[in-house]
């Protein structure tokens, strides 16, 4: 299938520090090549060096080159692309680590080695999204939230460290490490590989915010589960080539101003401007002003302006940042010359390397000023002179992403309630969450250190915070720790209760742990919209904490300001933070530390020698971690009672030869839908409702509702998953004149529960579908999303449209993926959903073919089989990916 890599003959040789190494000289392919936006020029290379004319085509590498003509506007130009390595967290890691697992008992039963199955692309996975603020402001939190953390992942960190001792070309970086993308970029990303080939680093994670390795000049992005075992088993993934969008950058940002303000403000702008499906890419002499950590920083909130990508190629400031984290000094220098052979070293002062862009859009730093964004949208940026009457303005207007619908008289109401043997009244604006969060900001030590340096004149000028603020400082990493406590500045942090209470991202993805039941009851009781300030990404109604109905996102600095005004609604240049013992009044001004003051205090305490210390024992781990006891098997011995991690069904009666291909006859419509049904419809998410099919099967194994947990936490039993699938409230089913995760069995006429019919059918016999609308499987890419309808047991999807990357997925999971002709619709045909549908498969179909389904009413019609490459053939004829590469590795 796969044949000789035509592009070999522009291998070229190199020398770096004594070694000889090859690389592939883009610059020979002709004078396009130097007008491509640097992101591109790296796909390109990733088409160049895995080009076999099967997987990677000589036509991909063209249309990447071609880049001009192929990326216009409404590009429907498709791709593969092969990235350089896999980075996944372990909500949506252990899925992956799973299937592999499965996959070795499946080589072992069909008489192969099974030590054969690991990842082919190196893959890391950080455990940092299971510790919660379950403590704060007390001794000790930091111990406790880990102890709590072990308790509940007991099971699933167990299975992790088996399979950090199983996997080869895996690392897995124990819980209390730091936050995945931090350690991304200060430890895990290579910029460019130094093997005995040369080429740049480029990474596709399981998680939105991979996004932020773009600062260090590392393309990557997130994907879903499916696209990311495809990679790490050595697969091609498929993608539209993107317009680019130059985003320039000129002048220097003021002396009070963060680069939270400016990603706030960059988000903002980029939303308005509409960057969906678009690379970004920055430029111009004003990106030499940021450090690394800002260009991190503005990368990071990439899915929050709404791009693939927001990409800083690599230059001198990269080079050095990789020297400061301790990075090898002779790879370094390999770095620097294979970027410079190979035109990827960019000098942001020199226009003449400037590329052709789609568009340009220009920023001046000098204009950004101090703000914050809310109080339900990551690009509602207001700055922080105006945060006082656009709140007071939400309480009364229309509900909405800037309304709480209150009426006039509801402004004024309070709520008292008692805490720790003191009464404190609560109003709307009351902040009760303060959280230094995320690795938006920790992983960036001019605001860290500016939050320290802050709360040192704030508590030196005599200011507090009120005791029943719930304050919290998650560090992305151990080395935010050391140079936070060799700068002098974890006292006055610890003084106003923002003492280390984990390292892992916390109260950014939701993980704020409980309130005190006397601030619930007079927040519910008197209908409060009290509020959250962290500095984190995300700031969705109902993220941060159900009663916390606003929330903010804010630089570290302004995280300590708020939570020591104890309200939103404050203007900071008229109204004081405080007072002082003597009574004179403090305003945020006096005890603002300039940017020149941080960065002074960041040269002389960050340093290559922290870095080294905290990764040289990364894989090592706490005391707990050690003392869980994983098998050594190279078989994982699954524990038939765990509700957390579970062998999937996915290779059960596999046989050695590809099954035939067969009609599907007689199928049932399990679900029939209308248009824009999401992945958030389909995969299972959030807590686990107490009337699902989910909390049944759990009361069953003698669990209790609090014990439930949330389906995140559960991705790794296919037993929850499938009970979640289309568990959705707000499923619109067409068989039911009502929104909700129930669907009707046929003939008996019956409603029930979506997976409750899908039993009742496998136990008749009866293969099913699902008959969609438009854009099926539009939103984020999720694994569930393919994985739980086939263990629903849908055998193909018939929809009027779908989102490629879905339906992928769908073919990633050996269910047909069908199309209704150009202008026909399940209501233009006539079809109720009721009857019997024969799906007349070839038994060795071909890309783009047209096939007849009949029904049993007499109807028939023609529809498009979305098998379009011969790759997807390829894995639908071994019953999905999955199942293609067990075969594989039994030869």
């Not at 294979?338 to 000098?366: C, F, K, T, W």
């Not at 399990?670 to 992945?679: A, I, N």
């Amino acid at each position: 299938m796969s044949g000789p890599n035509p592009y070999n003959g522009i291998l070229k040789k190199l020398e770096a520090s004594g070694v000889s190494y090859n690389y592939y000289n883009l610059p020979e392919l002709g004078p396009q090549y130097e007008k491509l936006p640097f992101s591109i020029r790296v796909l390109l290379e990733s088409a160049v060096r895995n080009c076999d004319n099967f997987e990677v085509k000589k036509s991909d590498v063209e249309n990447i080159l071609n880049w001009e003509k192929t990326g216009k506007d409404s590009s429907s130009v498709e791709v593969a692309f092969k990235p350089a390595r896999v980075l996944l967290q372990d909500l949506t890691g252990v899925p992956a680590v799973v299937d592999f697992a499965a996959m070795r008992d499946a080589v072992k039963t069909l008489g192969g080695n099974p030590d054969k199955i690991n990842p082919i692309c190196p893959s890391d996975l950080v455990i940092d999204h299971s510790v919660q603020v379950d403590f704060a402001r007390v001794d000790n939190a930091l111990q406790k939230n880990e102890e709590i953390e072990f308790e509940r992942n007991k099971e699933r960190f167990t299975f992790l460290k088996w399979g950090a001792k199983a996997f080869r070309n895996m690392l897995i970086v124990p819980p209390g490490s730091g936050i995945v993308h931090q350690v991304n970029l200060e430890y895990l990303a290579r910029v460019v590989f130094t093997d005995k080939l040369l080429y740049p680093d480029s990474v596709v994670g399981t998680d939105s915010h991979t996004t932020m390795i773009n600062g260090l000049g590392v393309v990557g992005w997130g994907v879903g589960g499916i696209e990311a075992e495809a990679v790490m088993l050595g697969q091609a993934i498929s993608m539209l080539i993107p317009q680019v969008i130059g985003y320039k950058l000129v002048g220097k940002l003021n002396q009070y101003a963060t680069s939270t303000d400016l990603v706030l403000t960059i988000t903002k702008n980029l939303r308005q401007l509409g960057v969906v499906g678009k690379f970004v890419e920055f430029f111009g002499p004003g990106v030499v002003e940021l450090s690394i950590a800002d260009r991190a920083t503005i990368s990071n909130m990439c899915p929050e302006y709404g791009a693939t990508v927001g990409f800083f190629p690599v230059d001198e400031n990269s080079l050095y940042y990789l020297s400061q984290t301790n990075r090898d000094p002779a790879k370094i220098d390999a770095i620097r010359k294979y970027l410079q052979s190979v035109g990827m070293l960019r000098d942001y002062a020199n226009a003449a390397q400037d590329p052709v862009y789609s568009h340009i859009v220009e920023l001046d730093l000098s204009t950004v000023v101090s703000c914050i964004s809310g109080p339900k949208r990551p690009q509602d940026r207001a700055s922080v002179t105006e945060v006082k009457s656009q709140f007071l303005t939400a309480l009364t207007h229309r509900v909405g992403f800037n309304g709480y619908g209150l009426k006039p008289e509801a402004v004024g109401a309070k709520g008292s309630f008692t805490f720790e043997g003191h009464e404190y009244t609560l109003r709307h604006g009351s902040v009760v969450i303060a959280a230094i969060t995320s690795c938006t900001n920790t992983s960036n030590p001019s605001v860290m250190l500016g939050a320290g340096l802050l709360a040192k004149k704030a508590v030196e000028a005599g200011l507090s915070v009120l005791p029943y603020v719930k304050t919290s400082l998650s560090p992305g990493s151990g080395v935010v720790t050391h140079y936070l406590q060799e700068s002098g500045v974890v006292p006055y942090l610890e003084k106003l209760g923002f003492s280390i209470v984990g390292y892992g991202c916390m109260t950014c993805i939701g993980n704020s742990g409980p309130l005190p039941e006397t601030i619930i009851e007079a927040i519910e009781k008197n209908e409060l919209v009290c509020c959250g300030v962290l500095s984190g990404n995300r700031n969705f109604e109902g993220r941060i904490h159900p009663n916390t109905r606003a929330n903010y996102l804010a630089s570290p600095l302004l995280v300590v300001a708020y939570a020591i005004a104890g309200r939103i609604d404050i203007d900071f240049e008229t109204e004081p933070l405080g007072k002082r013992p003597d009574g004179s009044d403090v305003f945020l001004r006096d005890i603002w530390p300039l940017r020149s003051e941080i960065q002074e205090v960041e040269k002389k305490t960050v340093i290559p020698a922290m870095f080294r210390d905290v990764y040289a024992r990364i894989e090592n781990g706490s005391n707990s971690w050690r003392s869980l006891n994983a098998p050594d098997d190279q078989l994982y011995p699954w524990d038939l009672t765990s509700t957390y991690i579970r062998k999937p069904p996915f290779f059960d009666g596999m046989t050695r030869d590809l099954p035939e291909i067969k009609k599907i006859k007689n199928a049932k419509v399990l679900l029939f839908l209308g248009d824009s049904v999401t992945t958030d419809h389909i995969s299972p998410a959030g807590s686990i409702s107490r009337k699902s099919p989910a909390a049944r099967y759990l009361a069953s194994k003698g669990l209790t509702p609090r014990e439930f947990n949330s389906y995140g936490s559960r991705r790794g039993n296919d037993e929850i998953m499938a009970r979640g699938t289309f568990a959705n409230i707000r499923l619109v089913n067409k068989f039911l004149n009502h929104a909700g995760p129930q669907t009707i069995h046929f003939p008996s006429g019956e409603e029930m529960d979506v997976f409750d019919a899908a039993e009742r059918y496998k136990s008749e016999g009866v293969p099913l579908i699902a008959i969609v609308g438009k854009d099926y499987g539009s939103g984020s890419s999720r694994d569930w999303a393919a994985k739980g309808p086939l263990l629903l047991g849908i055998k193909a999807v018939i929809a009027e449209s779908y989102e490629r990357i879905h339906r992928s997925n769908l073919v990633g999971m050996g269910i047909v993926p069908l199309q209704f002709l150009e202008g026909q619709s399940a209501e233009s045909l006539g079809l109720t959903g009721k009857e019997n549908y024969t799906i007349n498969l070839p038994s060795d179909p071909r890309p783009h073919q047209k096939i007849t389904v009949e029904t049993d009413n007499g109807k028939s019609f023609e529809v498009l089989v979305r098998f379009d490459t011969e790759v997807d053939l390829l894995y639908f004829k071994h019953g999905g990916i999955l199942n293609c590469m067990v075969r594989r590795m039994l030869s």
